[in-house]
């Protein structure tokens, strides 16, 4: 059973991926994410220091996830190819309808923290590897075209993140968004 501090913690966090995810990184103070956990500043420095420590825990905390979930899909023995389809579908989903814009809050994360590039390469590979995985399996199931995992994956992060941030400053319709999923599984799935 979870201590009360953890839970706390895990609120915070989720409260404060909600806000970043919402206003950016450099928008959200430590005062904010006090107001919108209902806390004191010192019931919020007991488990965070920084809006910048936050941020990497929430960052973590997503990719940990995405990880576990992975492994878990892998253990059941589920369709890569409904995996990856699944994936691809809720992402197409979150940029049409503008939802899920952590990636904007990354990108001002490094030019606000340039101190934390490696962290961000280092996010970025543990990214692709889950995706690299995720391949690897799919092509193990024959699901999969063959090519070098590690390639594919560090494409789909790229397309992905790349995609998110257009989005941001462009519109896209579903049409757009559908032609270029359908280009980047017809290059993985069979």
């Known amino acids: 059973m979870a201590k009360k501090g953890d839970k706390t913690r895990q609120y915070i966090l989720q409260t404060a991926a909600g806000l970043f995810s ?3 990184f450099t928008a959200v103070t430590m005062n904010d994410i006090c107001e919108a956990c209902d ?10 220091g920084s809006t910048k420590e936050i941020f990497m825990e929430v960052l973590e905390k997503d990719g940990n996830d995405a990880g576990d979930s992975i492994d878990q899909a892998i253990a059941l023995n589920l369709s890569a190819k409904k995996l990856l389809e699944g994936f691809f579908q809720l992402q ?7 939802r899920n814009r952590i990636e904007a809050a990354v ?3 490094s030019v606000a923290c340039p101190d934390q590039r490696d962290y961000l390469k280092k996010r970025f590979h543990s990214i692709v590897k889950i995706f690299e ?3 690897a399996y799919g092509q193990e199931r024959g699901e999969f075209r063959e090519g070098d995992p590690k390639a594919l994956a560090e494409h789909i992060v790229v397309f992905l993140e790349g995609l998110k941030l257009s989005s941001m400053i462009m519109d896209f319709d579903e049409d757009q968004l559908s032609k270029q999923f359908e280009i980047l599984s017809g290059k993985i799935i069979k």
Do not use: M, T
Not at 39 to 48: A, E, I, K, P, V
Not at 92 to 98: E, R, V
């Open 133 to 135: 995985k995720l391949i």
């Open 92 to 98: 197409k989903s979150d940029i049409a309808h503008s």
């Open 107 to 109: 990108y001002e994360f």
């Open 39 to 48: 806390l004191s500043r010192g019931g919020l420095y007991r488990h965070f």
């Open 22 to 24: 919402r206003k950016g």
